[in-house]
């Protein structure tokens, strides 16, 4: 590999599913402002909409999520048509 094109600035980092309230740890550059304690630690944290604990493919449930209201906006846009 190159040398010098690598961030060099990996550390743990925790991932919040904010839908599940469920952490992760895992190595990661990502920049964040925050911190969250995990088991007595305090890790920077990251919060995600969405992961592999709540993400429909990987639960094998269905589950249906607006933000912002755009599924009334949608219906709203589209009752016209409906017979």
């Known amino acids: 590999m190159r040398k010098g094109i690598h961030p060099d600035n990996y550390r743990v980092v925790a991932f919040k599913d904010m839908s599940n309230d469920e952490v992760f740890l895992t190595k990661s550059t990502a920049d964040t402002a925050e911190k969250i304690e995990v088991d007595g ?33 949608f219906k709203n846009k589209y009752a016209k048509f409906k017979k």
């Open 41 to 73: 630690v305090e890790y920077p944290l990251v919060k995600l909409e969405i992961s592999r604990t709540s993400h429909p493919y990987y639960t094998g449930k269905s589950k249906l999520v607006d933000t912002a209201g755009r599924i009334d906006k």
